[in-house]
């Protein structure tokens, strides 16, 4: 299954406003893979001056999260209903290439497996997401006025 949608105007670009906030980079996205950059910056880091697990589960469901709404069409809706992410090796600088593939798609529910690497290609974390599509509720006809 293909997306129809030219996405070719978002890459490079942020998807969305969290993205935004957080500097995530869209380089590659279709129905079955997503690619992404994110340079790491001092809003990045928790205390001990690594990067924060919340960021790695935030971009893991990202893009999984594009990917999904691609393969479901755009005029339908995705939502998250698992994120486990596992945290392999901590980093303070550089930046990460996040890659999500599609990894099963059944009866609207999609498993997307996500790597996170750094610069030397060394695994950073690695998670999984499963989404669901939301399908909208069948079309209800009004009655006819009587005359």
């Known amino acids: ?3 129809s949608l030219d996405i070719s105007r978002f890459l490079g670009e942020p998807p969305g406003p969290f993205e935004r906030l ?3 980079r869209l ?3 279709d129905t079955s893979t ?3 950059e994110l340079t790491v910056t001092p809003e990045l880091l928790q205390g001990h001056g690594i990067v924060h697990g ?3 589960c935030s971009v893991i469901e990202s893009t999984a999260s594009i990917g999904a ?3 479901a069409g755009l005029d339908r809706q995705v939502v998250g209903i698992s994120n486990r992410t596992q945290f392999l090796r901590a980093i303070s600088t550089g930046t990460l290439t996040i890659r999500a593939t599609l990894t099963d798609d059944e009866d609207g529910r999609y498993l997307w497996d996500v790597t996170i690497t750094d610069e030397t290609a060394r695994k950073v974390a690695m998670g999984q997401v499963q989404l669901l599509r939301l399908d909208p509720p069948p079309q209800t006809r009004r009655p006819e006025p009587r005359s």
């Open 1 to 3: 299954m293909e997306a």
């Open 22 to 24: 957080i500097g995530m």
């Open 69 to 71: 709404s691609l393969r």
């Open 34 to 36: 997503v690619e992404a």
């Open 27 to 29: 380089t590659h996205a």
């Open 54 to 56: 919340g960021v790695y």
